[in-house]
């Protein structure tokens, strides 16, 4: 059976559906988000930057939004223009946005790069192949500005080995004293990084909390600024007692608006989709830790953001703001009728 053969009769399986409804429905939030920042980004080289990511969000959606009319399969909702007040007082620094653009870029291609690996068609295949090529290209260039403004955040450099070595003691797995050995190379990267992603995460929701008017959204963001400021807790001393250095908090890069730029149902789809990310590579986090101390710190902060996303899920449902993902048929429904 020839593949154009094959291609033509095999419709879209769930796993595409899957991976194209999330893949809209993300850059449809990042589409509001991104029109935000380009009407309030001061600096010339941010605001290039800013308009080439929100290109992309467009064509992702535009490919998408024409696979699934081929196919004959609804269009998410998502996020319009409706959920975006561009003219909003400027509520995130230049700063923050190329950290939080730096943030869209990794979790954009860890999930067009699972989506690769799980869509057989071609078309598809092609769609998430192009995201990965054009997303790559944008963590470059963010990456330049970066570093060209003196802004990036260097990770912590450790003293180059001059032998490989092997571990022939069991006590290099404990977390406890006298026989807790320093970091190694991944858990320091892990580490790092996961308190950058945590202080992102607690300036987003700092913004957002200032401007919501909602109350029950106000205390969901209020007990989440709590839970990352326990999580910052929790993480720095694994780095600062083996004498490393910890990534400066972004708390500076929230400024004094009051004027909401997004809705509420906007704010409260992104901080929980942050909760599934950050469980996501928090589990990387604790795979890759050979230290107790650190796993077990892990396992209590994937609890913490488990139940907090919980919470987010029930207003979002009580709301009418949680767009169902298409699932299977439920048999024992349709045979009850």
């Known amino acids: 059976m020839s593949s154009e053969y094959t291609e033509k009769n095999l419709g879209i399986s769930s796993s595409e559906i899957s991976q194209l409804w999330i893949t809209y429905i993300a850059n449809s939030m990042s589409n509001c988000v991104l029109s935000y920042f380009l009407e309030t980004a001061e600096d010339p080289e941010v605001s290039s930057v800013v308009k080439y990511a929100l290109n992309l969000s467009g064509n992702y959606m535009s490919i998408i939004k024409d696979i699934l009319s081929k196919d004959n399969f609804p269009v998410p909702e998502g996020f319009s223009e409706e959920d975006v007040n561009l003219k909003a007082k400027k509520l995130f620094s230049d700063v923050f946005m190329l950290r939080y653009m730096k943030y869209l870029t990794e979790l954009g291609l860890i999930n067009y790069g699972m989506s690769l690996t799980f869509c057989p068609r071609k078309d598809i295949r092609e769609l998430f192949t192009y995201c990965i090529d054009t997303t790559s290209k944008l963590s470059n260039m963010l990456d330049d500005v970066e570093l060209k403004k003196g802004v990036y955040v260097h990770y912590p450099h450790i003293p180059m080995p001059d032998k490989i070595e092997f571990v022939t003691k069991k006590s290099f797995l404990t977390?406890?004293?006298?026989?807790?050995?320093?970091l190694n190379s991944s858990e320091i990267t892990n580490i790092f990084h996961d308190i950058k992603v945590v202080s992102l995460t607690r300036a987003l929701t700092l913004g957002f909390n200032q401007v919501t008017k909602s109350e029950?959204?106000?205390?969901?963001?209020?007990?989440?600024?709590?839970?990352?400021?326990?999580?910052?807790?929790?993480?720095?001393?694994?780095?600062?007692?083996?004498?490393?250095?910890?990534?400066?908090?972004?708390?500076?890069?929230?400024?004094?608006?009051?004027?909401a730029p997004f809705s509420d149902k906007l704010i409260m789809f992104h901080i929980v989709s942050i909760m599934g990310y950050k469980t996501a590579?928090?589990?990387?986090?604790?795979?890759?830790?050979?230290?107790?101390?650190?796993?077990?710190?892990?396992?209590?902060?994937?609890?913490?953001?488990?139940?907090?996303?919980?919470?987010?899920?029930?207003?979002?449902?009580?709301?009418?703001?949680?767009?169902?993902?298409?699932?299977?048929?439920?048999?024992?429904?349709?045979?009850?009728?």
């Open 216 to 259: 029950q959204v106000k205390n969901f963001l209020s007990k989440g600024l709590d839970l990352s400021t326990s999580h910052i807790e929790a993480l720095s001393p694994l780095l600062s007692e083996s004498d490393l250095p910890i990534p400066m908090t972004l708390e500076a890069e929230v400024l004094d608006s009051k004027e």
């Open 281 to 337: 590579i928090f589990g990387i986090s604790m795979a890759v830790s050979m230290r107790s101390d650190i796993y077990a710190t892990y396992a209590k902060i994937a609890s913490d953001i488990g139940g907090y996303a919980k919470d987010g899920m029930d207003i979002m449902i009580k709301e009418g703001w949680l767009e169902k993902n298409p699932e299977a048929v439920d048999r024992k429904k349709l045979a009850k009728l």
């Open 175 to 182: 977390g406890l004293l006298p026989e807790k050995r320093p």
